[in-house]
């Protein structure tokens, strides 16, 4: 390995989705340095957040049937039993939910949280009220993905918050993923919920700290607790 190949390997990737807002900052920043240099000197820090917003790190995730694992970076904001939203098509009857809060700073590539296959995207315009809050499940712009799996369908909801206004879905109906496959993103600000069916027991609490892929959020009761990783 020589010396570039180890600094590429020691860099994190930036989803392609982002380069056009960076260039955009970049180009920002220089107009503004051109009109007085402390503005262009933010505008060079907000570039480098901006790529840092924008990073798609490889993660290692998990390999075991009985496990979810998260679809988001960011704090657990809410655990408990909630009716999916209708646009689904899950019913009426609560199922275990957990939501994972993205604040600017968190990484904003979202994963399937179980093997499946994708049998409905549904997108929702609605608010763009604080992601943070729990009406925000209900008011919020979002969009929806079901995946069927032979425990069952979950629900994976991407929803838009304060800051974000636009959500990104890379996956089509008809689609099998393996765990940790990246599903999406949202821009600037945002919140993930999982909806699981019966059985799935809740691993995390509030404010519990996730990572996209890697942590797991619920598991189902089982005697084998060997599981292998994947890397991706």
């Known amino acids: 390995m020589n010396v570039f190949d180890s600094i590429r ?19 920002a920043s220089l107009i503004l340095h051109w009109v007085w240099d402390p503005l262009g000197w933010i505008g060079a820090l907000l570039t480098l957040w901006c790529a840092y917003f924008f990073r798609d790190p490889v993660r290692v995730t998990p ?13 657990v904001c809410s ?3 909630y009716s999916p939203p ?9 199922m275990s939910r957990v939501s994972i809060f993205m604040s ?20 929702k315009p609605g ?19 079901v995946i069927e799996t ?4 979950y629900g994976v909801v991407q929803i838009a918050g304060l800051i974000a206004r636009r959500i990104v879905c890379f996956v089509k109906e008809g689609d099998s993923l393996v765990t940790g496959d990246r599903v999406g993103l949202i821009r600037f600000g945002s919140r993930v ?11 995390v609490a509030l404010g519990s700290k996730c990572v996209a892929g890697e942590t797991i959020i619920a598991e189902y009761a089982t005697g084998d607790r060997t599981r292998a990783f994947k890397s991706g």
């Open 9 to 27: 390997r020691q860099l994190t990737p930036i989803h392609p989705e982002g380069y056009v807002f960076i260039v955009a900052f970049a180009v």
């Open 104 to 123: 600017v700073f968190d990484c904003h590539v979202n994963r399937i949280p179980v093997n499946g296959r994708i049998t409905r995207v549904a997108y």
């Open 193 to 203: 919920d999982v909806y699981m069916p019966e059985g799935a027991t809740p691993a």
């Open 79 to 81: 655990v408990g039993s």
């Open 86 to 94: 209708p646009e689904l098509g899950l019913g009426d009857a609560p």
């Open 150 to 153: 032979p425990r069952g369908q």
């Open 63 to 75: 390999v075991d049937e009985n496990i979810v694992v998260s679809p988001a970076d960011g704090i």
């Open 127 to 145: 608010l763009f009220i604080n992601a943070d809050l729990d009406k925000a499940s209900e008011d919020n712009e979002r969009n929806g993905l």
